[in-house]
């Protein structure tokens, strides 16, 4: 059996670092001596904010996930040829990932990594270290709820959806401490059951939340509630995923959901249950997450809406979510620019990275509901029907009524509306199955070929491989059917 040399998957030990080819050797940031940072429990706050940062990054949640959520889906496409600047990573779009070509997968799994790595060192060091008990507790409950967020992050983009074969697909390899050495995939179930027990533990350790403003920049109780909710569904356990959703609901309410009126992606909002704080310290600039979407003020713009998107937005009067639209490099009016740049010096993509909001909560419960739990077809409505009334100010012409495949077809509408450019795109039709077939007409000159335009969901494209690198480091099994 080979040991992981040149991977993330055996660092243990801390050092200082800057750029460097190997990036799979990488060790935390913002380390200058093991004992110092270890033993502090002001030193391991401060590697977990760094590592808040480093999901915020443009190779996790700060572009990669949530770009390649949208244009490998139906609503997104990348702008014609003529005016595309990132030629480079329109791979993912094209559907031309291959085991020695993944495009931005292999960024998007290294930099995960290197976020997990940071959090095994809070993880295993947390406990000993010395400080105030109370914040020892918080830390470690932050920690292991980011720690689970992230492997369920990678589980979704680099293994098959439980709908396929559930428990006893591939999962990921499970590196959970930094002397571990990990040269094999867990299952899927046994992904999923990791993912579980950080978040449920890390439920257990934080606090109920505070919600001055400001306190959703950082994983909280709520947070964790909301992140339990998504998984749940993604594993199709209907009655678990209603069960947190509905307790994020009754906490929060209909009286928080943004209206017709007051729809606008300000930072910390009344939706807001965790968002990734981007300032002028940190934003990425032109690489960062709304330059993609925004071609003002030199932003990239190359990411536009697809007319199936906008009429999407079109169906219901007065939709808010509508007059996101603005001119786009192509000079139609279909970029979706749902992340405004701030002007208080950071320059472009100085906004925040929304990760959880109320909408989503309502959209869950009422999937969860339709498929059997609680109070089943009723409240599915109910949940749904509470959103669009809060989308529409004709809310009796657009009051869905449907039952069975159409109520579902429903829901799932109206998360490609609410929830767009907010890394659940493709990511939707996977896990539920549906192929994804997008209109020729609408990707004309854009590079993609004809034959990769419709692409069933049990396609391996869907997902990413695992990168070349690291089968080639450890003699890990690849992904079936790469």
Known sequence: MKILKNTLVIIGILSLQGCSEDVLTQTPDHVIS???????VEKLDKLLIGTYNEVSRNTYLGRVLYKRAAVKGTDFRFVKTTFNPRDYESIAYKYEESANNSGSCE??????????????????????????????????????????????????????PWIRAGASSQGLPLKLSSEEVVVERSSLGETYGQILLDLQTAHDLLEENTWEQGSTNYLTKTGVKALLARV??????????????????????????MGVDSYVFTDYNSESLFELSITSQNSLGS????????????????????????????????????????EDKEGTQQAFVKYTNRSEGGGLSAHNIPVLRLS????IAAEAAAHGAGGGESEALNYLNTL??????NFASHRVT?????????????RRRELALEGHGVYDYIRRGQAIIRPGDEHVNTGVDAANLDIQASDNRTICPIPASEIQASGMDQTEGY
């Open 34 to 40: 093991e004992n110092l940072v270890l033993s502090s």
């Open 232 to 257: 749940y569904l993604y594993k199709q356990d209907w009655e678990n995923a209603l069960n947190y959703a509905e307790q994020i609901i009754a906490a929060r309410g209909e009286s928080n959901l």
């Open 107 to 160: 960024e998007l799994w290294r930099q995960s990594f290197k976020a997990i790595n940071n959090l095994n060192l809070i993880i295993a060091n947390i406990d000993a270290a010395e400080g105030n008990a109370a914040a020892k507790q918080e830390i470690l409950g932050e920690a292991l709820g980011l720690r689970g967020m992230v492997y369920f992050d990678l589980a979704r983009t680099f293994a098959y």
């Open 388 to 393: 669009i009334e809060n989308r529409t100010t």
């Open 287 to 326: 690489n960062g997450l709304g330059a993609q979407f925004d071609v003002k003020d030199g932003g990239q713009g190359d990411v536009i809406a697809t007319k199936t998107f906008v009429d999407l937005l079109g169906a219901y009067e007065n939709d808010p979510r509508a007059a996101l639209l603005e």
């Open 360 to 363: 989503e909560m309502y959209l």
């Open 402 to 414: 449907e039952t069975g495949e159409a109520l579902k077809e429903k829901i799932a509408e109206e």
